[in-house]
C-alpha cells in the first residue's frame, strides 16, 4: 500500500480512459512479480491491471493509469465502485460493530435485509432468507435444504452451467473441464442436460435415468452467466416450471450473477413469468461486500436449528451495504440498467454489422454480450486478442462462454460511458 501515488484531482473529474504509463507500469509490474511468488496459480488474470481506488465506472491503477471499467469486478460493484452512499453505510456500521453472528444472536441490518429481499424476491407468497458470504455458498445452502426439504436426492442442472466452486456447486457445473479435472469424485445424483433444451430432453431423462419422484430440484440459471451471457427462448423457464410442479420438484434459480437489478429487473426470472422456489443471490448484492443470500418459500425452508449456519454469513457491514445498494439500484440504477443495456446492445449490433466476426449480440440491461468468430466457427483467440487490446486502449472486459466478450459495467454506467466502450471497440476491432 504504502507504493500507492496519491493523486492531486479527484477520479470524478478525469477523461476516462487516460493512460499515462505503457502496460503493465513500474509499480503494477513491481506488485505483480511479488504476486506471482505468493498467490494461488488457480486464478486467471487476463491482462496486468493492478487496482489502486475507484469511483463509479471508473478505474485507477497503482501506476495512476484510468481505465473505464465495464467489468464491474466480475458484475459486482452494482452500484458502481466505492459509492458514496454505500460507503457511509459501511462507515456507519463499521463504527457499531463489525460481526456478532446471525447465526447465534440478532441484529437489525440482517433483519432489515431479509425483509427487504423476501419482499423484491419474486412471488407475492411468504418467505424466508438464510445468508451466505458468497454464490457457492448460497448454491450450496439451496442444494443441501432442496434435498432436506424433498427428501429426495438427484438433481438436474445444465451443460454450460456455472455454480462456484465449492464441492456442490462444482458437482452441478457443466462449463468447463478444468472445473472437474482432477477434483473427484463429486457429489453423486447430478444430471445435466443442454440448457434450453426441450420439454423431451428433459422428459427422456426421466424416462431413462432419473425417476422425477427422485428429483429433488432443477438448478438453472435465467440467464446462463460463464456460459455465455445466454437468454434461453421465452418458453423454457415456463415449461421447467411446469415440469416442477406437475412433479413436486423444486425450482431454483441461480441469479448470483443476473440478479439484483443487472437485467434491468430485480431477477432475470421475472423477464419470463417465473416464480422459483428458491433463488440463490451473491455478487451484486452489496456492490463488493462479500455477502450471499438464498431466498425461499417459507414452506420450503423448514429445515430445523442447527443443521445449517454460517458463522460469517449476513456480516452486519455487508448487510448495511446491501441495504444501501437496493435502495440506490430500486432509485435509479435498474431503469438505467434497461436503457443502458439497450444502447449498448444497439451499439454492439451496428459493430456486428461492420466487421463480420462479430455477432451474436444478446443480452438483458447490462448483462450484454457478443461472440467472437471465424465465419461461423467460435474464434477464442482472436476474442482474447479483443480482450487485451481494449485493456491497452484503457477499456476493462471480460470473455465469457467459448468466444464471447461480456459487458456487464455497474448499473450506474452513463451513456456517455457506453458511447466510450464502444468507440474504444471500433477502433480495435478495425486496427
Ligand atoms: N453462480 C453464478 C451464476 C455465478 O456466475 C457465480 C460466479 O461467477 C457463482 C454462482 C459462484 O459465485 P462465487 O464466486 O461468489 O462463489
Same mark, same amino acid.
Given at each position: 500500500? &504504502?507504493?500507492?501515488?496519491?493523486?492531486?484531482?479527484?477520479?470524478?473529474?478525469?477523461?476516462?480512459?487516460?493512460?499515462?504509463?505503457?502496460?503493465?507500469?513500474?509499480?503494477?509490474?513491481?506488485?505483480?512479480?511479488? /504476486?506471482?511468488?505468493?498467490?494461488?496459480?488457480?486464478?486467471?488474470?487476463?491482462?496486468?491491471?493492478?487496482?489502486?481506488?475507484?469511483?463509479?465506472?471508473?478505474? @485507477?491503477? %497503482?501506476?495512476?493509469?484510468?481505465?473505464?471499467?465495464?467489468? +464491474?469486478?466480475?458484475?459486482?460493484?452494482?452500484?458502481?465502485?466505492?459509492?458514496?452512499?454505500?460507503?457511509?453505510?459501511?462507515?456507519?456500521?463499521?463504527?457499531?460493530?463489525?460481526?456478532?453472528?446471525?447465526?447465534?444472536?440478532?441484529?437489525?441490518?440482517?433483519? #432489515?435485509?431479509?425483509?427487504?429481499?423476501?419482499?423484491?424476491?419474486?412471488?407475492?407468497?411468504? &418467505?424466508?432468507?438464510?445468508?451466505?458470504?458468497?454464490?457457492?455458498?448460497?448454491?450450496?445452502?439451496?442444494? &443441501?435444504?432442496?434435498?432436506?426439504?424433498?427428501?429426495?436426492?438427484?438433481?438436474?442442472?445444465?451443460?454450460?452451467?456455472?455454480?462456484?466452486?465449492?464441492?456442490?456447486?462444482?458437482?452441478?457445473?457443466?462449463? &468447463?473441464?478444468?472445473?472437474?479435472?482432477?477434483?473427484?469424485?463429486?457429489?453423486?445424483? $447430478?444430471? *445435466?442436460?443442454?440448457?434450453?433444451?426441450?420439454?423431451?430432453?428433459?422428459?427422456?431423462?426421466?424416462?431413462?435415468?432419473?425417476?422425477?419422484?427422485?428429483?429433488?430440484? $432443477?438448478?438453472?440459471?435465467?440467464?446462463?452467466?460463464?456460459?455465455?451471457?445466454?437468454? !434461453?427462448?421465452?418458453?423454457?423457464?415456463?415449461?421447467? *416450471? #411446469?415440469?416442477?410442479?406437475?412433479?413436486? $420438484?423444486?425450482?431454483?434459480?441461480? @441469479?448470483?450473477?443476473?440478479?439484483?437489478? *443487472?437485467?434491468?429487473?430485480?431477477?432475470?426470472?421475472?423477464?419470463?413469468?417465473?416464480?422459483?422456489?428458491?433463488?440463490?443471490?451473491?455478487?451484486?448484492?452489496?456492490?463488493?461486500?462479500?455477502?450471499?443470500?438464498?431466498?425461499?418459500?417459507?414452506?420450503?425452508? /423448514?429445515?430445523?436449528?442447527?443443521?445449517?449456519?454460517?458463522?460469517?454469513?449476513?456480516? !452486519? %457491514?455487508?448487510?448495511?451495504?446491501?441495504?444501501?445498494?437496493?435502495?440506490?439500484?430500486?432509485?435509479?440504477?435498474?431503469?438505467?440498467?434497461? #436503457?443502458?443495456?439497450?444502447?449498448?446492445?444497439?451499439?454492439?449490433?451496428?459493430?456486428?454489422?461492420?466487421?463480420?466476426?462479430?455477432?451474436?449480440?444478446?443480452?438483458?440491461?447490462?448483462?450484454?454480450? $457478443? /461472440? %467472437?468468430?471465424?465465419?461461423?466457427?467460435?474464434? !477464442?483467440?482472436?476474442?482474447? %486478442?479483443?480482450?487485451?487490446?481494449?485493456?491497452?486502449?484503457?477499456?476493462?472486459?471480460?470473455?465469457?462462454?467459448?468466444?464471447?466478450?461480456?459487458?456487464? !459495467? +455497474?448499473?450506474?454506467?452513463?451513456?456517455?460511458?457506453?458511447?466510450?466502450?464502444?468507440?474504444?471497440?471500433?477502433?480495435?476491432?478495425?486496427?
Amino acid at each position: 500500500m &504504502k507504493n500507492t501515488p496519491t493523486l492531486a484531482a479527484p477520479l470524478a473529474h478525469r477523461t476516462v480512459p487516460h493512460l499515462v504509463t505503457s502496460l503493465p507500469g513500474p509499480r503494477a509490474a513491481a506488485l505483480i512479480a511479488r /504476486d506471482d511468488q505468493v498467490l494461488s496459480p488457480s486464478y486467471t488474470r487476463d491482462y496486468p491491471l493492478v487496482i489502486a481506488r475507484g469511483l463509479g465506472c471508473t478505474v @485507477e491503477d %497503482v501506476d495512476g493509469n484510468l481505465f473505464l471499467d465495464f467489468t +464491474a469486478g466480475i458484475a459486482v460493484n452494482s452500484t458502481g465502485h466505492s459509492h458514496p452512499e454505500v460507503v457511509a453505510a459501511i462507515i456507519d456500521q463499521a463504527t457499531k460493530f463489525l460481526h456478532m453472528s446471525g447465526t447465534d444472536f440478532y441484529y437489525e441490518p440482517e433483519i #432489515e435485509l431479509a425483509e427487504k429481499l423476501a419482499q423484491i424476491a419474486p412471488g407475492k407468497m411468504a &418467505k424466508r432468507v438464510f445468508f451466505t458470504n458468497s454464490g457457492a455458498e448460497s448454491i450450496e445452502a439451496a442444494l &443441501k435444504l432442496a434435498r432436506y426439504h424433498t427428501g429426495r436426492q438427484q438433481v438436474v442442472s445444465f451443460f454450460g452451467a456455472f455454480h462456484g466452486r465449492t464441492y456442490g456447486a462444482l458437482s452441478l457445473n457443466g462449463s &468447463k473441464r478444468v472445473h472437474h479435472q482432477g477434483f473427484g469424485p463429486l457429489l453423486s445424483g $447430478i444430471h *445435466r442436460v443442454a440448457y434450453n433444451c426441450s420439454r423431451a430432453a428433459i422428459q427422456e431423462l426421466f424416462d431413462r435415468v432419473a425417476p422425477p419422484s427422485e428429483v429433488a430440484a $432443477i438448478f438453472v440459471e435465467p440467464v446462463q452467466g460463464e456460459g455465455g451471457y445466454l437468454v !434461453p427462448d421465452a418458453g423454457f423457464l415456463p415449461m421447467l *416450471r #411446469e415440469i416442477c410442479d406437475t412433479n413436486g $420438484i423444486l425450482l431454483v434459480a441461480d @441469479e448470483v450473477q443476473a440478479g439484483m437489478g *443487472r437485467t434491468g429487473k430485480w431477477f432475470a426470472c421475472e423477464h419470463f413469468g417465473v416464480v422459483p422456489d428458491m433463488v440463490c443471490l451473491a455478487k451484486g448484492i452489496a456492490s463488493g461486500m462479500p455477502l450471499g443470500a438464498v431466498v425461499a418459500k417459507a414452506e420450503v425452508m /423448514d429445515w430445523p436449528p442447527g443443521s445449517h449456519a454460517s458463522t460469517f454469513g449476513g456480516n !452486519p %457491514v455487508s448487510c448495511r451495504a446491501a441495504l444501501a445498494s437496493i435502495d440506490l439500484i430500486e432509485r435509479e440504477y435498474m431503469a438505467n440498467a434497461r #436503457e443502458r443495456g439497450e444502447q449498448l446492445r444497439a451499439g454492439l449490433s451496428r459493430l456486428a454489422s461492420q466487421f463480420d466476426f462479430l455477432g451474436g449480440v444478446r443480452g438483458l440491461g447490462l448483462m450484454t454480450a $457478443i /461472440d %467472437v468468430n471465424r465465419g461461423s466457427v467460435p474464434d !477464442p483467440e482472436r476474442r482474447n %486478442v479483443l480482450v487485451h487490446a481494449a485493456f491497452h486502449q484503457g477499456l476493462l472486459l471480460l470473455g465469457c462462454g467459448r468466444s464471447g466478450i461480456r459487458f456487464c !459495467p +455497474a448499473l450506474c454506467v452513463t451513456a456517455e460511458e457506453i458511447d466510450t466502450a464502444l468507440n474504444i471497440l471500433a477502433k480495435i476491432c478495425g486496427g
